[in-house]
């Protein structure tokens, strides 16, 4: 029994001292490039959590991205709930300055240990082809902010810092860049964004990549070279010579 765990442990040594695996494990690299080991007999491994496509709530998505404003508010009741309109000005390459029309929910969740603000935002894109499509089904989420602040916990205290590497690192991986302030995380759907504020509160963004190329293609479509060409000649349709 002792000779053959001596060379059971002879093995694993030379396998970690010339790099190689054991052939029962395949190397694979997940979207935020961290190797990780996926054992052919079911062994169980760490695989990041993957980014959330809206804003979960109990473990529930119940907010997606591009549910209506009044989708939204349906599938999360409150009565005390208040939606601010804003107008955002944005200057065009070509001159224009267009008004686009933004919603933002706010909500706050108080936990046994956080008080949570999370900020629903909304973006009305039909807007951009037509000022008669300002209804609130125009809006459509984009954005959610979510603000932590930690409850005082006695000792020992938690710490904006503990959540950030036993929560967000430990669960997501890690980020495809820190940029000094905040760590990036992204896929083909979702953009997220977390920064400590300070030792009580943490800040988490998460933005949908689907609702921004439906934007920008609007904008395209409308204020492009082409598209002031394509609206000139479907203007022209309507005179008679």
Request: with cysteine; hydrophobic share 40%.
């Amino acid at each position: 029994m002792l000779k053959t765990l001596y060379i059971l442990i002879s093995i694993l040594m030379l396998a970690a001292c010339s790099g190689t695996l054991p052939s029962d494990y395949d190397s694979v690299t997940l979207n935020n490039s961290q190797p990780i080991l996926i054992p052919d007999k079911g062994q169980a491994v760490f695989i990041s959590k993957p980014l959330n496509e809206g804003w979960m709530l109990n473990h529930r998505l119940v907010a997606k991205w591009g549910m209506s404003l009044p989708t939204v508010l349906a599938s999360v009741p409150d009565t005390a709930v208040v939606i601010e309109y804003v107008e955002d000005l944005i200057t065009l390459p070509i001159g224009i300055r267009l008004p686009v029309k933004r919603a933002k929910v706010v909500y706050t969740l108080i936990k046994p240990l956080t008080i949570e603000t999370v900020e629903l935002l909304f973006v009305n894109i039909d807007h951009v082809y037509s000022s008669s499509n300002h209804e609130p089904s125009h809006y459509l989420m984009e954005d959610v902010v979510r603000i932590t602040e930690l409850k005082p916990t006695g000792f020992p205290q938690l710490t904006a810092d503990d959540v950030l590497k036993h929560k967000i690192l430990l669960e997501y991986g890690t980020p495809k860049e820190y940029d000094g302030v905040y760590h990036h995380y992204s896929n083909s759907k979702t953009a997220m964004k977390v920064r400590l504020v300070d030792d009580m509160h943490i800040r988490i963004n998460l933005h949908s990549l689907e609702i921004e190329r439906k934007f920008r293609q609007a904008i395209n479509e409308m204020y492009s070279e082409e598209g002031v060409e394509f609206q000139k000649k479907q203007l022209l349709q309507g005179i008679d010579f």
